[in-house]
Structures are given as C-alpha cells and as structure tokens.
C-alpha cells in the first residue's frame, strides 16, 4: 500500500506563504493528484489538482492567484505553494491520489489520501 507524507504546515500570520510538500516514497505520481483541506466542523474540501502530466491545473475559486500546485521532480512529489494566506484557509490540507488517470476535482473521486498537514493562519 502506497503512502503519502504530507509536510509544510505551520501556523503564520495573515499574508504569509508556505509550501505543502506531499511525497510517496518509492512511488510515482501517475494520475491525477490533489490537495484538499478539512476546516473544524466542515467536510473535506477540493483546493487543487493536476494532471498525471503536470501539465494541467485545477483550483477552487477561493485559491485562484494565490495557490499553485506543481509536481516535482523525479515524480513522487506534488507541492502546495500557498501565497497571501487568510485566516479562511486554516485547515488541515490532505494530499489526495487518483486511482485512475482521468482529472477530476470531485473529493470523492480520490482513492488514496495522507494524513493530513494543519494549517493556521492568524488575522
């Protein structure tokens, strides 16, 4: 079974960036991957996505111009670049993988997940 570590979160100020890594170890990235995050007392929430390909994007309106998701390289890492945070974004972020090589932003539609990173982002 494949594992995923996600890492990067932390507490910082309104404004401020930072960068989620997601990695599995000895694991490719070969579909689709993406980021989603769970506030308190809310359900799991798509945040971002890409293609197996690197080469497409997907982003909730909330994140649009200040989040960017890319893979790195060898491809077993997907990064969260998270820029001019809100206190809105506090949550903890979940790396999610697809199953199946075809894009999508439906939560549901994932099939393997980490355990989670917290964010926190105060005003």
């Known amino acids: 079974q494949v594992q995923y570590v996600e890492s990067g979160g932390g507490l910082v100020q309104a404004g401020e960036s930072l960068r989620l890594s997601c990695v599995a170890p000895g694991h490719t990235f070969a579909t689709p991957t993406g980021w989603f995050r769970q506030a308190p007392g809310k359900g799991r929430a798509f945040v971002a996505a890409?293609?197996?390909?690197?080469?497409?994007?997907y982003y909730a309106d909330s994140v649009k111009g200040r989040f960017t998701i890319f893979r790195g390289a060898p491809q077993n890492t997907v990064y969260l670049q998270m820029n001019s945070l809100k206190p809105e974004d506090t949550a903890v972020y979940y790396c999610g993988q697809r199953a199946y090589d075809a894009d999508t932003t439906s939560v549901g539609d994932y099939h393997y997940w980490g355990q989670g990173t917290q964010v926190t982002v105060s005003s």
């Open positions: 890409v293609s197996s390909d690197g080469r497409t994007t």
